[in-house]
């Protein structure tokens, strides 16, 4: 009865991590600090995941094209059949200012690119300036997501969210799949209301169930299995965490621990 359980979390999110009841109060739950300690991995997957999806539309375009030799049929050096973006001068809204989301923007600032952080209830991360909700979701041409899924994030963008933003802009995601209504999200695609988006997450992983986003074949949506973090040095950064977690336990003074 007098066991004490160590539950090591391989990840910054620990909302999925369960455990009995009668040994809530018995257990120790630690995660890895891998955005904290080690943010420019996270983050560098992130800046390329930005300049592949500001414009998968034109890109996924021009390849096709070029397969069906329409670069061999034109009278000049190259051709203008899609529209290409700028990352220069445009606006990327982040949602969450943790570690994930200012390093993300410390990126798009080095682009050139204007940054807006989406305001919201405290607790806030000081020394940042905030812009209310609307505003970000009217003005952005990219929309990056990274804050944690709880029960106040929770389908945080569905439809009425996606009508207010440009229909030029794209939405990223590489944190939590429940923040977004991937219905709503179908449908915004389909229909046009959002030019396109990026998920590395779904709200169930693995989705042996399916999912609404695995079943679209759109030239403006991409989707990869949770895997912006996974470089093989981030992979070893967090297994040494799992057992610097471990052994800090093993000697009665656990570290990242889940309050």
Not at 50 to 75: F, H, I, M, N, T
Request: net charge negative; with cysteine.
């Amino acid at each position: 009865n007098n066991l004490l359980i160590s539950i090591n979390s391989d990840s910054n999110g620990t909302e999925f991590v369960a455990y009995p009841e009668d040994q809530q109060k018995k257990a120790v739950r630690t995660y890895v600090e891998f955005a904290v300690k080690n943010p420019s991995r996270f983050i560098r997957q992130r800046a390329i995941s930005l300049w592949e999806l500001w414009g998968p539309k034109s890109l996924a375009g021009y390849r096709q094209d070029v397969e069906r030799g329409r670069w061999q049929e034109v009278d000049q050096f190259c051709f203008f059949d899609h529209a290409i973006y700028d990352l220069f001068d445009s606006t990327i809204g982040i949602f969450g200012e943790g570690v994930l989301g200012q390093g993300t923007a410390k990126i798009a600032r080095g682009f050139g690119m204007k940054v807006l952080f989406a305001d919201h209830p405290g607790p806030k991360a000081p020394g940042v300036e905030f812009t209310p909700v609307e505003e970000v979701l009217a003005q952005s041409d990219i929309i990056s997501l990274h804050c944690p899924l709880t029960a106040d994030s929770r389908n945080m963008f569905g439809m009425e969210q996606f009508r207010k933003m440009k229909r030029s802009a794209i939405l990223i995601n590489t944190a939590r799949g429940g923040l977004v209504n991937e219905e709503d999200l179908v449908t915004a695609l389909k229909e046009g209301v959002i030019a396109g988006a990026g998920f590395d997450v779904l709200t169930k992983e693995p989705p042996k169930e399916g999912n609404p986003l695995l079943d679209l074949r759109l030239p403006n949506f991409i989707l990869t299995p949770h895997v912006a973090w996974a470089s093989d040095g981030a992979m070893q950064f967090l297994a040494d965490q799992l057992v610097d977690n471990a052994e800090a336990f093993v000697k009665g003074s656990p570290v990242n621990t889940v309050t």
